[in-house]
């Protein structure tokens, strides 16, 4: 039976939602499977805890899927993006001397946790990938210091996609440890970590993946994982799960080491029921979706003299992003434009000095030209 789109997204009538590079829509199912395991609660409490337990390895099946892992051993369930940033910063053994390599355009998790090593020596080295040869930039920023390089493999404010194979070929070459955030890939386009050699692979679910806050997905090679030295711990993290009563504990072998207390219950029944939509559709599907949308945005921006494009317009550069500006408005402009836009129901960003857009697979084309329409029949206040 064809899947019911409109019926999986019931959005208010007239709500243009075009913003999941910062918070996704929920599906119906979702929604649903949280209203249900409220109410399962509400009743029996964890009557059924075996049956969530199943939940559990449910999500790390389907996210070993979307992240391209070998196993569902090689996925830690966290809270966010940061949190998996952060076992990495804390867990490499640095020495005075190291550096660490990524672009001078990263969300500002992805610098701020490798300027807090500063305090170790741990040189933060930004590469410049504002040119024609971004990967070529970042390889050339990297030298025989280099333990880490860390990139988005989107940028959250132009949606430029890396050649993530380019970049691990380079790092494995050198021994340097390739760590991506992925949080504006997973969820819209394909990705496997093992063709590109990615070492660590991070990613909140509140975005393209159409879940909660509050969960995220933490992948690590498993020879990438015996590096980090663990600094968290609890009952949840050790070999021996579940035995109460031994004395003597081990970290486990999967990643799940890196959980040391209670899982996010909640939050992983909202993740696992978003995730089981993209399962139906297929994630071919969905990227096919993901940057028609994309494509459509693109041509009509460089069509449109008014309008000027801050995303990349190369195909293999494209991802779910599309940001735009229009030359006859300055920042205090763009900052009216955006104001105006989501108080008309067009659910969109601010970044770049641009207004984003980022329509996922769902989202019907004509939202997308009711909205461009609107950013150019806009009028400033005099």
């Not at 199943?54 to 099946?61: G, I, V, W």
């Not at 559709?281 to 449109?304: C, F, I, K, N, P």
Request: glycine share 8%; proline share 4%; with cysteine.
């Amino acid at each position: 039976m064809e899947l019911d789109l409109a019926a999986e997204f019931p959005l208010r009538e007239g709500l243009l939602y075009l913003n999941h590079a910062a918070v996704g829509v929920w599906p119906k199912r979702t929604a649903e499977a949280v209203k249900a395991f409220a109410d399962e609660n509400l009743h029996q409490g964890a009557q059924d805890y075996p049956r969530w337990m199943q939940m559990e390895q449910s999500l790390r099946r389907r996210l070993a899927g979307l992240v391209g892992a070998p196993s569902a051993a090689d996925i830690a369930l966290l809270k966010n993006t940061s949190e998996g940033l952060s076992l990495i910063a804390s867990g490499i053994d640095w020495h005075v001397g190291d550096n660490i390599v990524i672009s001078n355009r990263e969300f500002p998790s992805n610098r701020m946790v490798w300027e807090s090593l500063a305090v170790r020596g741990v040189e933060l080295r930004q590469a410049d990938i504002s040119g024609d040869d971004p990967e070529g930039a970042l390889i050339a920023c990297m030298n025989a210091q280099t333990r880490l390089l860390s990139v988005s493999s989107v940028q959250f404010a132009d949606g430029l996609r890396l050649d993530l194979n380019q970049l691990g070929a380079a790092c494995r070459q050198h021994e340097v440890l390739l760590c991506v955030d992925a949080i504006q890939s997973l969820g819209a386009l394909s990705f496997d970590a093992v063709s590109c050699k990615a070492d660590f692979v991070v990613a909140d679910g509140h975005k393209w993946m159409l879940g909660p806050e509050g969960v995220a997905v933490f992948y690590s090679r498993p020879a990438a994982r015996e590096q980090l030295k663990l600094s968290q711990f609890g009952w949840h993290m050790v070999e021996h799960y579940g035995d109460f009563d031994r004395q003597e504990w081990q970290p486990a072998k999967s990643a799940r080491r890196f959980e040391p207390g209670s899982p996010n219950m909640l939050g992983i029944c909202a993740l696992d029921a978003s995730l089981s939509l993209f399962g139906e559709v297929g994630m071919g599907a969905v990227e096919e979706g993901v940057l028609q949308g994309a494509y459509w945005l693109t041509r009509s921006v460089l069509e449109d003299e008014r309008l000027e494009l801050l995303s990349p317009a190369q195909p293999e550069r494209m991802s779910g992003i599309v940001s735009l500006r229009r030359h006859d408005l300055d920042a205090a402009g763009h900052a009216a434009l955006y104001r105006y836009l989501m108080e008309s129901g067009v659910i969109c960003a601010l970044r770049g000095g641009g207004i984003r857009f980022s329509p996922h697979f769902y989202t019907p084309m004509n939202q997308l030209e009711e909205a461009l329409d609107r950013v150019v029949c806009f009028h400033p206040a005099a």
